[in-house]
Each structure stands twice: as C-alpha cells, then as structure tokens.
C-alpha cells in the first residue's frame, strides 16, 4: 500500500509568509558561488547540496493522508481525515491517470482543523463518485453538516453530487480485503486511531493522541493494535517544554512519541500534526533531535521521517 500526505499540520492551517519565502531566497542566493552556476549540472548540485528546511517546505495544510493499494482492478482510497489537504488532493488526483472512484473516509474526531477540507473537495461534487464516511461516534452525517449550514457555508451536504453514506462503526470493517480497526485515545473529546492491515503489513494513524502510561502497557488490546506495527503516523506537535505547559491538551512531546515506537517495536515513525508555530527550519530541527534521542538511547531499527506535503511511502 502507498500512503500519501496531503496536509500535515495541527491545528489550524498555517501557509508560509512571505518573509519566510524572502528570508529563504536571500540565504540561499548568499550561498552561491560562481561555479555553482557555470552549468545546468552545477546548479543541480548546488540545489541538492541545499538543507531540506531552507529548499522546500514542510507545508501548511491540516491533516488529511490517503492510503491506495497497487490491485490495478481497485479504484478505491483510503483517506484519513478531512482537513484543508483534502483539498489539495482532490485536486492532484483530477491529473492522475488511475481515476479514484471511491472514497473511504475515516474522521479521527471533529475539530475543525480535521473536517475543514470536505467543503472544498471536488470529486464530492461528482454524482459519479461514491464516498463512504467512517466514525465510531453516532450522528456523523448531522454533524459533518454542522459546518456546511447558513450562516457558516452557502450549501449544505446535500448539494455534493457524489453518492454518500454514513457509517457508526463498532468493530474492525473489511475494505476490499483490508481490515481497519480503531482505538479510543486521550484527546479533549476523544480522538481514535486506525489502523490498516493489508496481508500483515499494518500502518497505523495516530493523530492528536496525548500518550498516558496506559498506552504504554502490555496488555492484550494494546498488543493486539500496537505491537509490531510496520508504520506508525503519530501526534508530535510538542517539544518535551511545551508538552509539560500544555498538559492534558491532547498532543505529544516528539520524545514521548520516540518511547512509544520503541515500546511497540514499530519500525517507521512519520512525525505529524506539526504546530502551526514552527517554521520549516524548527520541524527539521526537531526531527534531528528525535534522531539524537533515538541514537543516545541507543534504539535500534527504528526509522524516523518528518512528515511533509507530498510524502509518499510504501509498505
């Protein structure tokens, strides 16, 4: 399966200012040197020698990751979460040549950082288009609606040409031969992880989970859905100071979530829902931190990677 990041900040959706883009090209042209521009190679060079941070951006939507599979008979997406990156994949997914059909989206929970996007994606306005919703929380077409009435929005739910359904889920579904189960997490109002298993390989979306000790035991349920796991997309909003000032706001300190991939043996953590603060140069120099964490704890064979707009990973 090949997963995809479309939007990949918390909160509230944070575009890069102009400053930071002026503050990017002036520390980039200070860099150049003649030779770097003698020839199309050279150039190329220099761009590729450029720091991630300083050459490209992490982003600015909020949440929204799909999961595809390779079958060339399914025309059918997993997606997680609606919010502004939906957007901007129902917009890349007009050029693609294998057309998506058929829409499975499951809510994490529904602050607006999460659902924001579903007014704005194309393909619901197409009656050709089938998109089937997922939560295990009751009322979700009322409450999907809730942000599409007078006086917040000019249409309503109803006025998206696609074919719809609501679905409470209370147990794991089956999708085309790929289960999803979920998790009840500690969030302000609850928020649920999911996790899909296609032949063994299990990726997990853990979005705005503030991690207890409860996560962190060997009991059965917690086993069952953690243990092992090939991909964990995980809440690392914090650094270890902010997540002590913000207790009980529902998101973890990086580190926290280092422990946790180290505790279940997952072997790829993808640091996610980044703070709408943190410019490109701070996420990146979390991401090396976390890396000095792993390596000063001396934690093996476990794969970290900041999670940016227009990632694609497969398992």
């Known amino acids: 399966m090949k997963i995809k990041f479309w939007g990949v900040r918390g909160s509230t959706p944070a575009p890069t200012p102009p400053s930071r883009i002026k503050s990017k090209i002036s520390a980039i042209i200070e860099q150049i040197t003649p ?36 079958d060339a008979d399914v025309d059918e997406c997993i997606v997680f979460d609606c919010g502004s990156g939906l957007r901007e994949m129902g917009i890349a997914q007009a050029f693609e040549k294998r057309k998506v059909n058929h829409y ?24 050709k288009i089938k998109m089937n919703f997922y939560s295990p929380v009751a009322g979700l077409e009322r409450i999907l609606n809730g942000q599409m009435v007078h006086p917040y929005f000019p249409i309503n739910l109803n006025a998206m040409g696609s074919k719809k359904t609501f679905n409470y889920i209370e147990k794991e579904i089956n999708i085309s031969g790929r289960t999803i189960t979920f998790k009840k997490m500690n969030h302000p109002g609850d928020c649920y992880t999911y996790c899909v ?37 995980i809440d690392c909003q914090y650094t270890l100071g902010e ?73």
């Open 197 to 233: 298993n296609e032949n063994g390989k299990r990726v997990i979306y853990a979005t705005d989970t503030e991690l207890t000790a409860n996560d962190f035991e060997k009991s059965e349920s917690n086993t069952e859905f953690f243990k092992d796991a090939d991909l964990i997309i």
């Open 104 to 127: 499975h989206v499951f809510i994490s929970h529904f602050h607006w950082d999460h659902i924001q996007g579903l007014p704005f994606f194309g393909p619901a306005y197409n009656p």
């Open 243 to 315: 997540a002590i000032e913000k207790y009980n706001w529902g998101h973890n300190a990086f580190s926290l979530a280092v422990d946790f991939a180290a505790n279940w043996n997952i072997k790829h953590m993808v640091m996610f829902h980044h703070d709408p603060t943190y410019d490109d140069h701070k996420l990146y120099g979390i991401l090396q931190s976390a890396k000095w964490y792993l390596e000063r704890l001396n934690l093996k064979g476990i794969e970290l990677t900041l999670a940016i707009e227009g990632l694609e990973i497969t398992i």
């Open 35 to 70: 030779e770097d521009l003698e020839s199309a190679d050279s150039r190329e060079r220099f761009l590729a020698g450029l720091p991630p941070w300083l050459f490209g951006t992490v982003g600015g939507n909020s949440p929204c990751v799909s999961v595809t599979f390779d």
